[in-house]
């Protein structure tokens, strides 16, 4: 059961999901709240790291106080000392007056230090200065100044091993590390997660730009689900928003969406998640790649059908005019070429399993010289099956 407190924080910020994880992440960041403990918020690059310090900053007696932000990978070397702490007038070219630092100007606040791990061993030490005792000083300055700053830091880099490589000071993550919160990646959070977060970043897409939101049939449902999300739930948005704008059918099918997901990044192979009529039980990875191929031959073929199609105008680029919306890119017909005969003929051409099978067992051979003892153990199957699979397909 799941608190209503976490299920009004995730109204409030617009957090969607149903993630234990999650949940849990949201429940320790209220917990810690009220005190003021320095928190650290650790997960990959865009699971959502950004609205936990205002979770925390708001649910704290400090909520009427500053909340800065602060991205420590973007700032400069040189100057983000003086951001944090501030400097004296003079204290260095271009220093023409004094500048108060966020941890002055966020006295009785929060300051969120996203990225942290970037910051350069000298500022490190600053930082666990202020943290222990809400001293600093500024650039070029001699006196001790203090504030009371609650901080929330960040990092997608796994400190601990910053920390063994010398980058990151041991103290200073003992003492950021006081509360860990760990926010889960996108492809630990489940299909209901994914499916939700994209219906929402559809949804938000179709009133922006006031068409149909698009829907996913269950093959595509099925890929995205597979699909690693190694930049998270900001990939999925970016996608979402991409796939919004650009597809003119606002039922996405599965061909459809492979388009638009890198073939590197499948976790599990496509093919496992299809749901054909005659869906095959892949028993080997080499069954698994034959089919890889075959369906990459299929949508080659289908893609220069498509393009032969388009050429000789069979295929309408633009589509009938529809009342219902205007889609926000215009798409023109291409200017006819002349050189469409050739595409006539290799519409039909399609290369099956057994071709693609055949073909690889004639290129053993070929490399080890007809040694079928060879042949075989670089094709990972035994001897007697080649011997088989050379009579089959009639090799010899
Ligand atoms: N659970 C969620 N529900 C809705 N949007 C989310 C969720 N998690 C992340 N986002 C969105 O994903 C994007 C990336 O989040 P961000 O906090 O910037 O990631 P990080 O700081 O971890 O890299 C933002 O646009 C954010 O609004
Ligand atoms: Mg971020």
Not at 162 to 173: M, N
Not at 323 to 350: K, L
């Amino acid at each position: 059961m799941v608190k209503t407190d976490v299920q009004q924080i995730k109204q409030r910020f617009g957090i969607i999901g149903h993630n234990p994880n999650l949940d849990r992440a949201i429940d320790v960041a209220l917990q810690v709240a009220p005190t003021d403990l320095s928190v650290l918020i650790t997960g990959e690059s865009g699971v959502g790291k950004e609205t936990f310090p205002q979770i925390i900053h708001q649910n704290s007696a400090r909520k009427h106080g500053q909340y800065i932000a602060v991205n420590c990978g973007a700032i400069p070397e040189g100057t983000i000392d003086s951001e944090l702490f501030g400097h004296e007038k003079g204290s260095f070219t271009g220093a023409l007056a004094d500048r108060k630092g966020y941890f002055e100007v966020a006295d009785g606040g929060t300051i969120f230090l996203d990225e942290v791990g970037e910051l350069p061993i000298p500022t490190q030490a600053r930082l666990l200065r202020v943290l222990e005792s809400g001293e600093f000083i500024k650039v070029g300055s001699s006196k001790v100044l203090k504030t009371n700053v609650r901080i929330v830091a960040a990092t997608n880099v796994n400190l601990v091993q910053a920390v063994g490589e010398g980058k990151f000071r041991e103290d200073l993550y003992y003492r950021l590390n006081t509360v860990p919160i760990q926010i889960p990646p996108l492809r630990e959070r489940g299909a209901e997660d994914i499916l939700l977060l994209f219906r929402k970043f559809a949804g938000d897409c179709a009133e922006k730009y006031r068409m149909p939101a698009i829907r996913l049939d269950d093959e595509a449902k099925n890929l995205l689900v597979a699909y690693r999300w190694p930049g998270n739930v900001r990939e999925l948005k970016n996608l979402t928003e991409r796939i919004s704008v650009i597809e003119e059918d606002r039922d996405l099918t599965g061909p459809v969406l492979r388009q638009y997901l890198p073939d590197l990044n499948m976790e599990k192979l496509p093919v496992l998640v299809r749901q054909d009529p005659d869906q095959k039980i892949f028993n080997s990875e080499r069954e698994i790649l034959y089919q890889v191929l075959f369906d990459m031959k299929k949508d080659v073929t289908e893609l220069k059908k498509l393009v032969h199609d388009i050429m000789t105008g069979s295929h309408p680029l633009v589509p009938e005019e529809d009342p219902g919306y205007s889609h926000p890119i215009n798409a023109r017909p291409m200017p006819m070429e002349p050189h469409i005969q050739e595409a006539e003929d290799v519409v039909e051409e399609t290369l099956s399993l057994e071709d693609v099978e055949k073909e690889m067992i004639r290129k053993a051979l070929e490399r080890h010289n007809g040694r079928r003892k060879n042949a075989a153990a670089d094709l990972k199957i035994s001897e007697r099956t080649l011997y088989r699979k050379i009579k089959e397909y009639e090799l010899e």
